[in-house]
């Protein structure tokens, strides 16, 4: 199998999620920066223009984030990250679905329209005007998540792809929201969440790219 690697967040989470499980791939790196993947070449195998992708041995391609990592787990079952059971993957998928829909498809959109704006307006649609709604909706949501954990990590005691996915996209937000960063002195839950993922190795790893990971170990 090959990765299709960026620097951005969401091939950042695959990589973070390889690390946890120790699967160590072939990659090809994909320089979002210059529009690579914007390329004819990139579209003809992700018509969404997204990274990451992975290249199956048959020469397919699965994209989308999620459908990768549940592809990967059940090649690779362990460590577990979606679950052991039904129960289990259930909970994932509906704490990585409230993240991505309620917190991070608008830090992304926000970035899009805001910081990243000089580089996305020749690319996508993009709204610069909703940037500050996008980036209060942000927070307000952040809050709201961390009203509802019970636990060390959103699946309660259980390390998951889901805690995987905020972690990079609140550490993404913070690195470039500069004119509102996330305030983790304000969220009961999150902040010790986020200095706890902060503390793993793949954690640090992950804001490489796969190949110079491989390159270094």
């Known amino acids: 199998m090959l990765v299709l690697d960026a620097i951005s967040p969401a091939p950042r989470c695959l990589r973070m999620f390889l690390l946890e499980k120790n699967i160590q791939l072939d ?124 636990g060390l990590y959103l699946c309660g005691d259980r390390f998951s792809a889901a805690d995987i996915w905020l972690y990079v996209w609140l550490d993404f937000a913070n690195q470039v929201q500069v004119n509102q960063p996330i305030n983790f002195s304000q969220l009961k839950h999150l902040s010790s969440w986020f200095e706890e993922i902060s503390k793993r190795s793949s954690a640090q790893l992950s804001q490489k790219p796969l190949h110079e990971i491989k390159k270094n170990s």
Do not use: C
């Not at 998928?93 to 970035?111: G, K, Q, Y």
């Not at 610069?128 to 909706?137: D, F, H, I, N, Q």
């Not at 942000?138 to 709201?144: E, K, L």
């Open 27 to 150: 990659s090809q790196f994909i320089d979002v920066i210059t529009g690579e993947n914007r390329e004819t070449e990139y579209l003809s195998i992700n018509p969404a223009g997204q990274t990451p992708s992975l290249q199956l041995d048959d020469g397919s391609y699965i994209t989308e984030s999620l459908a990768i990592a549940e592809y990967l787990e059940e090649l690779y079952p362990q460590p577990v990250l979606i679950g052991n059971n039904p129960k289990e993957r259930a909970e994932t998928r509906m704490w990585w679905r409230r993240v991505e829909l309620n917190i991070t498809e608008f830090i992304h959109n926000a970035f899009h329209y805001s910081e990243g704006l000089n580089r996305f307006k020749s690319r996508i649609p993009v709204v610069p005007e909703a940037a500050p709604g996008l980036k209060m909706v942000a927070q307000d949501r952040i809050q709201w998540l961390d009203s509802m954990m019970h």
